[in-house]
């Protein structure tokens, strides 16, 4: 049997060769190849076959005779010096005995002299496996698991000239990307004019995103583009795993060392109109990006609703909690997804659930809602100073849909519809944004400084001075001409024509 001793543990040097087989023990180098046999042949532990196998290479080697062809011996011989990898080649040699000049039984050595080129195969095997762990990080990913052979001049532009000195002594560079597995052809400069080639190709980078986690005894799947969790294996070409792909960033694309497809991004017009002709999202940079999935909101906001402790808040069964009930229970996160598939109705639509009612009947009474606001407003800053000189004298402003919105104060929103700005702003002693002196009060206003002359340069520099109040008009003659009431500087500023 050809491999019956590749139980024998044996060392091979790929050196240089010495003269002398006991300088070859002493470490020399380009020596004849030694192999260390751990048994000796009167050892008590041998089997019978490593028995006849040892005897037959101590007479072999003695009477310098080949075994018969039939009961010929290949042996596994690795190197005396591991690789960069740790690895060692590994060499199968057939025992020819004109091949090991020289067998040291009481030294358990063995001394090889291999021809020329024996040992090349598993060099190169050694060479290519380093060579593709030295060229990943300069590898285009093309799909998961799916990378492309970096070009010549791309490495010699990152100054990698030995990687490219390595490659071309392994053969032709297309012949050795095959062999390390690597896509070698780049695509033609014409290929990414159609948009259908640059979507096939952004969706399988979106796929090499997926890596898999384990929490415990849990795996899950998470995308890094899209932001999206499974608990099962993706799917080629899901795009993240949400309801609609999401376009990878430029950072995507250089991260995964593709060039190509950015230049053929910015080709079609830049990430944003990719996006919007491919009818893709944008990816986002915020926390449980998963919730982007309606199916991933759903799962949880069912499992909320299932939860007990909402009914103290008031939530009956079946009914979808509003804004302020989901915030005490600290899921300001589901608020934020709920406002981007639809908001709450849209919402409880399509989980066939009853919105909240209760927020429209907290505030009954105009007094009420105005004191909500205010402290909104007082709470979250909502306010300005009378002047930039007067800062002791603070402004509440009645707070805008938008800015009740974003804090998913619903609550508030319908009771500012209910009652009005202006009705709030009057019974809460609050003032709306818009709200500008009427050109009778900025005159009083300013007329109680008793300015000697009225000129549009003594205006500038009283405003420059940080004396103009909030609701004064920055530039009065143009904002006042439109209503007709403006007549000159200095009956705005001094004293008109009828006072003197």
Avoid at 107 to 120: I, N, R, V
Wanted: aromatic share 8%; net charge negative; with cysteine.
């Amino acid at each position: 049997d050809e491999d019956e001793d590749e139980d024998e543990d044996e060392d091979e040097d790929d050196g240089g060769r010495e003269d002398e087989g006991e300088e070859a023990i002493a470490g020399g180098r380009d020596a004849k190849t030694m192999t260390t046999m751990t048994k000796t042949i009167d050892g008590d532990d041998l089997s019978e076959d490593e028995r006849v196998f040892l005897s037959r290479l101590n007479v072999s080697l003695s009477i310098e005779e080949a075994f018969d062809s039939d009961d010929a011996f290949l042996l596994l011989v690795e190197g005396l010096h591991a690789t960069s990898l740790g690895e060692r080649p590994l060499h199968y040699v057939p025992f020819v005995p004109t091949m090991f000049p020289r067998w040291i039984p009481n030294a358990q050595a063995l001394f090889l002299d291999p021809p020329a080129g024996l040992l090349d195969l598993a060099l190169r095997e050694v060479q290519l496996n380093e060579l593709r762990n030295d060229l990943l990080p300069f590898c285009r990913t093309l799909g998961a698991d799916v990378y492309g052979m970096p070009q010549r001049l791309s490495l010699i532009k990152q100054d990698q000239r030995q990687l490219v000195k390595r490659v071309e002594a392994l053969g032709d560079w297309r012949e050795v990307a095959l062999e390390l597995d690597l896509k070698p052809d780049a695509a033609p400069w014409y290929y990414w004019d159609n948009i259908d080639n640059l979507e096939d190709a952004l969706l399988k980078l979106v796929d090499a995103f997926w890596f898999e986690e384990t929490d415990g005894d849990d795996v899950f799947w998470y995308n890094d583009i899209s932001g999206a969790l499974r608990v099962t294996p993706p799917t080629d070409g899901d795009g993240g795993g949400l309801d609609v792909p999401v376009m990878p960033t430029m950072g995507n694309l250089m991260e995964a060392r593709r060039w190509d497809l950015h230049h053929a991004v910015v080709l079609h017009g830049g990430y944003r109109a990719v996006a919007k002709e491919l009818g893709w999202t944008h990816a986002r940079r915020i926390e449980n990006r998963h919730l982007l999935s309606f199916d991933a909101l759903r799962e949880e906001i069912l499992e909320l609703v299932e939860d007990e402790s909402l009914v103290e808040l008031g939530v009956r069964p079946g009914q979808l909690p509003c804004a302020s009930q989901l915030e005490e229970v600290d899921r300001e996160d589901l608020v934020k997804f709920i406002k981007i598939h639809g908001g709450f109705s849209a919402v409880a639509r399509r989980l066939k659930l009853e919105p909240s009612k209760s927020a429209r009947v907290k505030y009954p009474t105009v007094t009420a809602a105005a004191k909500a606001l205010r402290a909104f407003a007082v709470e979250h800053d909502i306010t300005t100073t009378m002047s930039p000189r007067l800062t002791k004298r603070v402004v509440v402003f009645v707070p805008s849909d938008t800015e009740l919105r974003e804090h998913g104060r619903n609550d508030l929103r319908y009771a500012l519809r209910q009652y009005s700005p202006h009705v709030i702003a009057d019974v809460g002693k609050m003032s709306l944004r818009q709200s500008r002196m009427s050109y009778v009060e900025a005159r009083a206003e300013l007329r109680k400084w008793k300015f000697e002359v009225g000129k549009r340069s003594v205006f500038l520099n009283w405003c420059k001075a940080g004396n103009k109040p909030w609701n004064m008009p920055a530039v009065p003659q143009t904002y006042y001409a439109k209503s007709g009431d403006w007549v000159s500087w200095e009956d705005f500023m001094g004293r008109g024509e009828s006072e003197r």
